[in-house]
Nanobody, 114 residues
Framework: QAQLSESGGGLVQPGGSLRLSCSNS????????MAWYRQTPRNQRELVAS???????NVTDSVKDRFTISRDRVTNTVYLQMNSLKPEDTAVYFC????????WGQGAQVTVSS
């Protein structure tokens, strides 16, 4: 059964860094473009970054030059390195395929606050 599990969230001061990890099981994720999404209580879930099976990354403009997505095909892990964090990056971060499947993990809470 395909599953997703995010980790690495936490509380960080503005300007700080965090690295999120997403472990995924199931062949559907191994073959898919993978992505990180984030959701706040007021907003819909939004796409943050994606990476193809071959490792070609893409990030949304709001996090460009601050966030980096990568994947380890051996361990089936997807990472999101987040630098220069801002309060507006506060959200619950999820990983999934892109386009997403109707399978979601518990997410990782990221709070950026002084």
């Amino acid at each position: 059964q395909a599953q997703l599990s995010e980790s690495g969230g936490g509380l960080v001061q503005p300007g700080g860094s965090l690295r999120l990890s997403c472990s995924n099981s199931g062949i559907i994720f191994r073959k898919a473009t993978m992505a990180w999404y984030r959701q706040t209580p007021r907003n819909q879930r939004e796409l943050v970054a994606s990476i193809t099976r071959q490792g070609s990354p893409n990030v949304t403009d709001s996090v460009k030059d601050r966030f980096t997505i990568s994947r380890d095909r051996v361990t089936n892990t997807v990472y999101l390195q987040m630098n220069s964090l801002k309060p507006e990056d506060t959200a619950v971060y999820f990983c999934n395929a892109y386009p997403s499947y109707d399978i979601w993990g518990q997410g990782a809470q990221v709070t950026v606050s002084s």
